[in-house]
């Protein structure tokens, strides 16, 4: 099913990469590496800069850590992201697709900002999933790490459904066992959305003047610049065309739907419980078919 769904912020390569280098960037902090898609964009890019990126994920995925043991100028931080921040230096640029939750992304941003901020800096930020399904809602790889008073009700075997605020048991778009929403979306503190617009609420307020864009597909680009920046014009020029654009929300809302069309289909269809074929999905007159195939002679099964 996963490659049905294009879900990674490497979709936006081109986009975050042009506007890298309408900034000048040669040093990036990246938060959330899982395979390493982006990384290894990042890396092949920054290398003719002389550049530098440091990658921070603590549970990052073989094909990572299998690449990123070959690369000598890619620094690797095997820890979370808040654990890792008080170790990290300025950066030019900062790419943030880790845990997908308010309580991370908004401490992610406000230390961004004062690093930023106290190195004379201009800030830079990209973020993934300020669209639905985690603009709204909490979703927690390690709900345990999330501070109680800041963790949403959860549950890892309810997804995420189009027009329902409230998880559904058994449906729609869920992690297994491999992450958790929270049982409701909206409200204070809730998802990744909320945490930016917080954030720069915040920093708002301490007198400090940033652009926002948001590009609606693939689960959601965001982007946060300093608008003092020498570079913030044509900044603006490059990502106007995609802020908002409702032609493009229009075909992710569309893409979405289908997906979760397919998604409800294959659970709606019963589980084989055929030994030989568990986690495959046929109907019982398939199953039987397959029985007598591979069990000929076999006793005759229990009802």
């Known amino acids: 099913m996963s490659n049905l769904l294009i879900h990674s912020m490497n979709e936006f390569r081109d986009l975050i990469l042009a506007t890298l280098d309408i ?78 939750n308010w309580y991370t992304v908004f ?6 900002f ?3 901020w106290a190195a004379g800096k201009h800030p830079l930020i990209f973020l993934h999933d ?10 927690y790889y390690a709900p345990e790490s999330i501070p109680q008073e800041f963790r949403k009700p959860f549950t890892f075997n309810a997804g995420a459904v189009l027009d329902n605020a409230v998880t559904v048991p058994g449906r729609g778009f869920r992690g297994g066992n491999d992450f958790a929403y929270a049982d409701t979306e909206g409200g204070p503190r809730n998802g990744v959305l909320t945490a930016v617009e917080d954030s720069l609420i915040s920093q708002t307020a301490a007198g400090h003047k940033l652009a926002w864009c948001r590009v609606p597909a693939v689960f959601g680009l965001g982007i946060i610049f300093d608008t003092a920046a020498p570079w ?20 992710e809302q569309n893409r979405l739907a289908n997906f979760l069309t397919v998604v409800n289909m294959e659970d709606s269809i019963p589980m084989c419980s055929v030994p030989v074929f568990d986690g495959t999905y046929f109907s019982e007159v398939e199953q039987e078919a397959l029985w007598g195939k591979f069990y000929t002679g076999a006793p005759q099964r229990q009802r």
């Open 232 to 251: 913030s014009k044509a900044v603006v020029a490059h990502l106007l065309p995609w802020h908002e654009n409702k032609l493009i929300a229009t075909l």
């Open 130 to 139: 300020v669209c639905w399904p985690c603009a709204r809602r909490d979703m």
């Open 107 to 112: 401490h992610e941003l406000e230390g961004i």
């Open 23 to 100: 900034a000048v960037v040669t040093d990036v902090v990246e938060i959330g590496t899982e395979y390493g898609g982006m990384s290894t964009v990042l890396s092949a890019w920054l290398k003719p800069r002389n550049g530098r990126l440091r990658c921070i994920d603590p549970s990052a995925k073989p094909a990572f850590l299998e690449w990123v043991a070959t690369e000598s100028d890619v620094q690797h931080l095997a820890c979370p992201s808040l654990e890792a921040m008080p170790h990290l230096s300025a950066a030019d640029a900062w790419l943030i697709d880790g845990d997908h």
């Open 114 to 116: 004062a690093k930023t």
